[in-house]
């Protein structure tokens, strides 16, 4: 892909990029949401002091670890989330440092009309 500005298609695949990158940020949001939230629920269950028997103890037992492996997931799409607001950044600076090095106005001598002489 060129600089952001070269022409209309790369301004078209720098918008297209941009839109990809804006889509699979909202999804690891939800995703992260969704992932903290089922994490919550398993240790908002403890209920450690009141199960007595071996079965229970082992079921509360993995109901910790799988709390545990979701906590982790919950960091992992944190990074990745980190990672694709980076690029959303980086990709809307370099469109802006491209669109800056372009020239605001461009003196075009005024068309002389006929009439005028």
Do not use: C, H, K
Not at 36 to 42: D, E, F, G, Q
């Amino acid at each position: 892909m060129g600089a952001p500005g070269d022409t209309f298609l790369s301004d078209y695949a720098v918008e297209a990029r941009l839109g990809e990158l804006r889509q699979r940020r909202m999804l690891l949001r939800e995703l992260r949401d969704d992932v903290a939230l089922a994490a919550a629920r398993l240790t908002a269950g403890d209920l450690t002091g009141s199960w007595r028997s071996p079965a229970q103890q082992g079921y509360d037992a993995q109901r910790g670890d799988l709390a545990g492996d979701l906590r982790r997931a919950v960091g992992l799409i944190e990074e990745a989330l980190v990672a694709v607001v980076t690029s959303i950044d980086e990709i809307r600076a370099a469109r802006n440092a491209a669109a800056a090095s372009i020239p605001a106005s461009v003196s075009v001598p005024a068309p002389v009309s006929v009439l005028s002489r």
